[in-house]
């Protein structure tokens, strides 16, 4: 349920209007377009470790 915030771009996503979904590392992961899910699954840990940075 609710909103997820698109790693890739930062946009807010609700899950049941999100383009696209990945699950790395045991969490998912929600897109506002497919562009931004093919950004992640090219190079998961650069947007996840970004994330984590903070
Ligand atoms: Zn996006």
Redesign the pocket.
Known sequence: MGTHT?P????K?DDKSAAGQSTYLNNTYY???Q??KTKFDQNPQQYVSQKAAS
């Open positions: 698109d890739v771009c930062g946009m996503v897109f506002c377009s562009g931004c």
